[in-house]
Nanobody, 124 residues
Framework: QVQLVESGGGLVQAGGSLRLSCAAS????????MGWFRQAPGKEREFVAA????????VYTDSVKGRFTISRDNVKNTVYLQMNSLKPEDTAVYCC?????????????????WGQGTQVTVSS
């Protein structure tokens, strides 16, 4: 069982930056693939970024490439999402998720554990 707790969300102006953190419980964190997803009001949840268990493989959705960076620290049991050059369309609740496959998965059904989410609001 893995419990995930996100932090770092908030209100920022367009062009600004935020760093989200996702702290995981459990001794098996280093074996999990981790992902970030987001859901805006009235929209379906969408994939943002993922990283495999070792950190060597990373995947991003096209709209965030070059602006967002996913990383992980397997000693601290934490995954991060550095978000730069934020746009109003990035406004959403951001959730992290853990996949027992260990891979950098883009499909939500490949994830087994989910956090509650943290709100990111980008003003224009």
């Amino acid at each position: 069982q893995v419990q995930l707790v996100e932090s770092g969300g908030g209100l920022v102006q367009a062009g600004g930056s935020l760093r989200l953190s996702c702290a995981a419980s459990g001794r098996t964190f280093s074996s999990y693939g981790m992902g970030w997803f987001r859901q805006a009001p009235g929209k379906e949840r969408e994939f943002v970024a993922a990283i495999n268990w070792s950190g060597e493989s990373r995947v991003y959705t096209d709209s965030v490439k070059g602006r967002f960076t996913i990383s992980r620290d397997n000693v601290k049991n934490t995954v991060y999402l550095q978000m730069n050059s934020l746009k109003p369309e990035d406004t959403a609740v951001y959730c992290c998720a853990a996949s027992r496959t260990g891979g950098a998965r883009t499909a939500s059904e490949m994830y087994d554990y989910w956090g509650q989410g943290t709100q990111v609001t980008v003003s224009s």
